[in-house]
């Protein structure tokens, strides 16, 4: 008796990629629209964007998607008064089952936001594009990309078709014990991390964390390390240049005001400390970001 194979069903193959994007814009950012003949979806990682698509306009808020479908009229706005970071990517979909996403928000959660992820950071290390000018219009492929980054990217946006689809019809099954650990740890740094961004003006050290959250400093770490890659004052550190990007972008202080409202003892540490984790100074940094948001796209590609 001889082997039968079967041929796999893929209701989304995903073969042309039209952008990815990781958008850092001001507080005052606007694009005035376009259309165009693929999909694409804009994913809000920070802050809050007003889009309109079609003739509906929305508020979009940390954790959203919305999908453009092909031919669809769309624009936005930074709203709120932050500056938000956003994904944006364009692909080329002819399954039926893309209808699914015609007029579609959703919300992402973890598996989601680790799928947006791989994304852009397999299209980082595929791509010598800049993923965060607005002007690219076609992507770039590096000489000597690492073997396979592209199939990654594929497979990571055909996933999170998948999940949301699946997600959207049919309804959510129990979850197994080990899931139901993994989800009390990511409320651990949820709280964690709320309490740290409260405190963003403050020099904390990992004995205040631990006090005033009663919990262990060894506890802390392990759980910090696992879900994160690094101790929790790293994580504080990190939160602390996040906000400094933000409020540099929205252009209301200056560098000696931003160190100070974040707890640094000088401009100079504050400087250092900037340098250290994105690579550029404070200025190097507002150059960049005014030269990105001061230009409109061009025709032909999104936000």
Not at 38 to 62: C, I, M, N, P, Q
Not at 119 to 128: G, K, R, T, Y
């Amino acid at each position: 008796m001889g082997y039968e194979t079967i041929r796999l069903e893929k209701p989304f193959t995903i073969d042309e990629i039209v952008s990815i994007h990781y958008f850092e814009y001001t507080s005052t950012y606007a694009f005035e629209g376009e259309q165009h003949d693929f999909w694409e979806f804009l994913y809000v990682d920070k802050g809050e964007v007003s889009v309109r698509a079609g003739e509906t306009d929305h508020t979009l808020r940390k954790g959203q998607i919305i999908f453009h479908k092909p031919g669809e009229f769309h624009s936005l706005r930074a709203g709120g008064g932050t500056a938000p970071n956003l994904v944006v990517v364009g692909f080329v979909c002819k399954s039926p089952a893309m209808r699914f996403f015609e007029d579609r928000v959703e919300s992402l959660g973890d598996v989601g936001r680790d799928l947006l992820a791989t994304i852009v950071a397999e299209a980082q290390d595929a791509f010598s594009s800049n993923l965060g000018d607005p002007q690219v219009l076609r992507l770039e492929r590096r000489e000597d990309p690492p073997f396979g980054g592209e199939q990654l990217i594929a497979a990571a946006l055909e996933e999170l078709l998948v999940r949301l689809v699946r997600r959207g019809a049919a309804p959510v099954a129990e979850r197994p014990t080990s899931l139901i650990r993994e989800h009390s740890q990511q409320d651990f740094i949820s709280a964690i991390s709320a309490y740290l961004q409260a405190n963003l003006s403050r020099k904390l050290t990992l004995a205040d964390i631990c006090r005033d959250n009663l919990v262990g400093r060894s506890y802390l770490q392990k759980i910090f390390r696992e879900r994160t890659g690094g101790g929790a004052m790293e994580y504080f550190g990190q939160l602390k240049i996040e906000a400094a990007k933000e409020k540099i972008r929205e252009g209301s202080h200056n560098f000696t005001e931003i160190a100070s409202m974040l707890g640094y003892s000088s401009i100079h540490y504050f400087s250092r400390h900037f340098k250290k984790t994105t690579g550029m100074t404070p200025s190097e940094y507002a150059s960049s970001v005014k030269g990105l948001s001061g230009r409109a796209p061009a025709g032909g590609h999104d936000v």
